[in-house]
């Protein structure tokens, strides 16, 4: 009988203790997210917060914070642990509609803007994109352990978008393949083809370049790994 209630007791002891460590452990999450915001609003002086949420990065907590100052949406992410800074990015709208008969701006000017900007950086990838009917150029750029992503109104030279991210350890470590490599890669896939789109990107934590190509009435889709240059995903469909 007293060994039965020393058991009882034992097991109470134990679910009152992991009680006692979940409250404590949602309490300093909910602390981590109010100093995220509170960063968030120092990082960005006279915006207004529109959303934050948590969720789980790369098998790790975080703290999403959205704000916005005037035309100008901001994104800031924060690690819930420790709440520290690992992504941030600002956009504008494109709204240069009337100058879309504009000659383009030279590609290399863009690059040149774009190094100038992140400095010691190397360029990852740079190509010409249409969004919503607007010509604009997205550049990749790697320094240190931050991903760089700029965009840019392809008529006019202005910066619409700017972000960057912190990569993990193994990630800023690694020595990507290259935008060649990766081109002859996709094109060993689809023999005769035409690459009609280029992007470097992260999939998952993984970096990976993302290539659109076409032949005849056959498109292409194919996902290659930065660093290895293993084929990840690859689809070829008949156009619509």
Not at 156 to 162: A, C, F, I, S, V
Request: hydrophobic residues 35%; contains cysteine; proline residues 2%.
């Amino acid at each position: 009988m007293k060994n039965h209630f020393f058991k009882k007791t034992s097991v109470l002891c134990l679910i009152s203790s992991l009680s006692l460590l979940m409250l404590s452990s949602t309490a300093a999450a909910a602390a981590n997210t109010d100093k995220a915001s509170k960063a968030a609003r120092k990082k960005v002086p006279g915006a207004s917060i529109t959303e934050v949420e948590t969720d789980i990065d790369d098998g790790e907590a975080v703290v999403e914070v959205s704000l916005i100052k005037k035309n100008k949406k901001y994104s800031l992410k924060y690690r819930q642990s420790d709440t520290k800074l690992i992504e941030y990015e600002w956009e504008l709208p494109n709204t240069s509609y009337s100058i879309q008969s504009k000659k383009n701006v030279a590609l290399s000017k863009i690059k040149t803007k774009a190094r100038k900007l992140v400095k010691g950086s190397k360029i990852i990838s740079a190509r010409l994109s249409v969004d919503d009917g607007l010509s604009e150029y997205k550049v990749s750029l790697k320094k240190g352990k931050r991903q760089y992503k700029l965009v840019y109104n392809a008529k006019n030279g202005k910066l619409l978008e700017y972000e960057w991210k912190q990569l993990s350890p193994s990630s800023s470590q690694s020595v990507y393949i290259g935008e060649s490599k990766a081109r002859n890669i996709a094109l060993k896939k689809a023999p005769g083809a035409s690459i009609t789109k280029f992007e470097f990107d992260r999939d998952d934590g993984t970096a990976v370049y993302e290539i659109e190509l076409r032949k005849g009435i056959y498109e292409y889709e194919v996902k290659i790994n930065a660093v290895t240059g293993a084929v990840i995903e690859f689809e070829k469909d008949i156009e619509d």
